[in-house]
């Protein structure tokens, strides 16, 4: 059996179908994805799951759902939003502009919710987030706003008695007040920014995920899409790439807080 050919193959039928380029992704990683869904299709080798690929098309997007992770919560690293709210809300209520958020690999729309939630909590009224994915389903489920109580975990209880109402059993619904300050839409990070001018990006947990060339293009993208002053607020391990280190300054290095100054 030639793995790399089977591999290459899997790239580009996705690539096709999909129109999901998963080069851009650590072959170590992506391997461990395919393996994951291997193993839960019955799958022996890699030539199987190919085969099995080509006949049904649903099995592509379940591929592509289990290389995005979309798995996140409300308040997920709490430290981060402790140190987001203390650092970075009192800046952005002193800007009299409208303010808009990016909140790029969104996954289920936890992250975006999060922050319309924070903003709107600490009286900051004009503003809109925007969250984007390039997963269909995961952004169809995100506008909805619908969540099961494990989302909220981690979750204040001042916030959550404010901010979300149950819906059905086990299920919880951010309310409509704060989902008319949010928007999802379909987004590759390595395509141009869907704006120009956020005042605060939040990228978390995907760039760690992908090649240098793709991770560089993301980092382009990010910079160019982030207002001079704008927030970046990067996951645990990643740090700003190399050739854009004068652009920024921390704000909180620890919790991968960054300033655009240039």
Not at 48 to 76: A, H
Not at 112 to 139: C, H, P, Q, R, W
Not at 197 to 208: A, E, M, P, W
Request: aromatic residues 14%; positive net charge; contains cysteine.
């Amino acid at each position: 059996m030639n793995e790399d050919r089977y591999f290459n193959l899997i790239n580009l039928i996705v690539n096709r179908r999909k129109n999901v380029d998963l080069n851009v992704y650590r072959k170590n990683y992506l391997l461990r994805r395919i393996r994951i869904r291997m193993f839960k299709t019955g799958c022996e080798d890699i030539s199987e799951y190919y085969t099995l690929l080509l006949k049904k098309d649903e099995e592509i997007q379940k591929l592509i759902d289990t290389i995005g992770v979309n798995v996140s919560r409300f308040y997920r690293d709490k430290n981060v939003f402790n140190a987001f709210f203390n650092k970075v809300l009192p800046y952005l209520k002193t800007k009299s502009s409208f303010i808009k958020g990016w909140s790029a690999g969104c996954a289920g729309g936890e992250e975006a919710y999060t922050l319309a939630i924070m903003l709107f909590d600490f009286s900051i009224k004009n503003f809109k987030i925007i969250g984007t994915d390039f997963d269909k389903e995961v952004i169809e489920s995100a506008q909805k706003g619908i969540f099961e109580s494990r989302s909220f975990e981690e979750f204040p209880l001042r916030l959550k008695i404010k901010y979300i109402e149950k819906t059905e059993e086990d299920k919880f619904k951010i309310k409509d007040f704060i989902r008319a300050h949010t928007n999802f839409i379909l987004h590759n990070l390595l395509s141009s920014p869907p704006a120009e001018d956020f005042d605060v990006i939040l990228c978390r947990n995907v760039l760690i995920y992908m090649e240098k060339d793709a991770q560089k293009k993301v980092f382009e993208n990010l910079t160019s899409a982030l207002v001079k002053g704008g927030i970046l607020v990067l996951g645990k391990v990643e740090m700003i790439y190399p050739e854009f280190e004068n652009f920024y300054e921390p704000i909180d290095l620890k919790e991968k807080i960054f300033r655009k100054i240039l």
